[in-house]
């Protein structure tokens, strides 16, 4: 899940909305709603606003549980503090929750209290944040989204634009079809290549690994190196087995 550019609200709701291309995409399957269809529901026709809305709530409508056992480096939770969250989204009482997971009622209204601590700490962080990003002073290099899902951050994923765009002319010898000349060695310059490389794929396709190595043979001609490390870096999930590959 992509949280950079994010609001909370738009984290809540469970889609997103491209401007460029006018789509709706749900966050959980991938489906998308293009603007200026109609789409079928239930009987009835919907425009694609409504349509993404009615898709999320009937199709994933327990959002919480999906947040809270998201596959993110992001996610920091640790197991109790996820099966305390769900219970208390159900409206447990504190006596029922403690009961359920062998706690006393006391060590429940303590985590009430820690939880509503977290979040004020967390809503003046952010518009703290917020406001030193609105007043970044002019040359200053803007900082790319953390490319890649892997657990552990640290330097390689620290990436301004202008060194995005020095790699990717350094590495491709095309970027309109992308075709790349060599795969770097340094770890940063590898994360840029990979990310690429991503755009190239759609979101919400399983692709065989047939199909997979088709496409990456298109940009660059060892393909089993690329495919690799998409997995590698967390930018593709697949099965054990590796019959099917997808973005993470």
Request: glycine share 6%.
């Amino acid at each position: 899940m992509d949280l950079d550019t994010r609001s909370v609200d738009a984290i809540k709701r469970g889609y997103r909305f491209d401007e460029t291309s006018r789509t709706y995409t749900c966050d959980l399957c991938g489906a998308t709603f293009e603007e200026g269809e109609v789409f079928p529901v239930g009987g009835r026709f919907f425009d694609a606003s409504r349509a993404i809305r009615f898709h999320v709530e009937t199709g994933h409508p327990d959002r919480v549980r999906q947040l809270l056992y998201a596959e993110s480096k992001y996610n920091t939770l640790t197991e109790n503090q996820k099966e305390l969250l769900s219970l208390m989204y159900a409206n447990e009482s504190d006596k029922e929750i403690a009961w359920r997971l062998d706690i006393s009622p006391s060590t429940v209204r303590h985590q009430r209290f820690t939880f509503r601590e977290k979040a004020k700490q967390a809503k003046l962080f952010l518009a703290l944040y917020e406001l030193v990003a609105e007043k970044k002073e002019t040359g200053s290099e803007s900082m790319l989204p953390i490319l890649g899902n892997v657990e552990k951050l640290d330097d390689r994923f620290v990436i301004t634009e202008g060194e995005r765009d020095k790699v990717l002319q350094a590495e491709f010898a095309s970027l309109s079809p992308l075709r790349l000349k060599r795969f770097p060695g340094k770890e940063k310059k590898k994360i840029v290549v990979l990310a690429k490389i991503v755009e190239q794929l759609e979101q919400g396709r399983r692709y065989s690994e047939k199909e997979l190595n088709a496409l990456l043979s298109e940009i660059y001609d060892d393909h089993a190196i690329i495919r690799r490390y998409l997995v590698d870096y967390g930018f593709m999930q697949r099965t054990e087995n590796g019959s099917a590959y997808w973005l993470a």
